[in-house]
């Protein structure tokens, strides 16, 4: 038996990601890579880092009128980001001072009034830790309702294109689990000319008005067609009578 060891076979490396949809083209800096997860902002671009919303619809035409939202909620974000920041180096320094303070004045003892006045010079940092605290949390607060305001949008025009969908189908579009594809519809129901229909055991189904209105506009069509036909049917039955007597 040969001590020989066989060459481990070399590793074939992994392809490269794809993107294959058009849509998968950021519409803020224009490159073409794939959506990344964000906690704050549900999706974002891999290069700018800017809020995104993933569709897998090829061939629809966008308007991208969801875009000036997710801008809006991207800026907040990062100033967000950068309130934050700020707000933890000014704490530090504000605490640096005040453990500094500390030593000199066990150290030295100085007079009352040089205390004061250094103490007030220690806290102005932590005030506007303060206040840049306060500022992150409400522009945060901002963010959520911006974004759900872009894919409210998006779901919108998704409706418009396809006519009737349902919840499973928008789901899978958006790439969100069913329950998130429920609530985007169901708030489209609420607040715009899109309207719902239970066809048990189907899932959701939703429409938008032009839908609607060119069915019921089918319909009226055939009823008017119908009417005339059956008034005409009347007045020949009515001369071949006059006729026969």
């Not at 000199?104 to 003892?109: D, F, K, T």
Request: with cysteine; hydrophobic share 45%; proline share 7%.
């Amino acid at each position: 038996m040969s001590d020989e060891k066989t060459p481990p076979a070399p590793s074939t490396p992994a392809a490269p990601l794809e993107v294959t949809s058009s849509q998968e083209r950021c519409p803020h800096c224009g490159n073409r890579t794939l959506n990344e997860p964000s906690d704050a902002l549900r999706f974002r671009c891999g290069v700018c880092g800017k809020a995104r919303i993933p569709l897998d619809l090829p061939g629809l035409k966008r308007s991208d009128a969801e875009v000036p939202a997710l801008a809006r909620a991207s800026a907040s974000h990062t100033a967000a980001l950068a309130w934050t920041a700020g707000s933890a180096v000014l704490g530090g320094f504000s605490l640096f001072s005040l453990a500094a303070l500390a030593l000199v004045y066990s150290a030295l003892n100085p007079g009352l009034v040089p205390m004061l006045f250094a103490l007030l010079i220690a806290l102005m940092p932590a005030g506007i830790a303060a206040h840049g605290v306060r500022r992150a949390s409400a522009l945060r607060a901002r963010v959520a309702p911006t974004i759900e305001e872009a894919w409210l949008q998006v779901a919108r025009e998704v409706i418009e294109a396809e006519g009737k969908i349902s919840d499973v189908q928008l789901a899978k579009i958006l790439r969100v689990d069913r329950e998130r594809a429920e609530q985007l519809l169901a708030q489209l129901a609420a607040t715009s000319s899109v309207r719902h229909r239970i066809e048990d055991p189907a899932p959701l189904t939703f429409e938008a008005t032009r839908v609607r209105v060119e069915d019921e506009a089918a319909r009226d069509a055939q009823d008017l067609e119908a009417a005339e036909a059956a008034e005409a049917a009347e007045q020949q039955k009515k001369r071949t009578q006059e006729t026969g007597a």
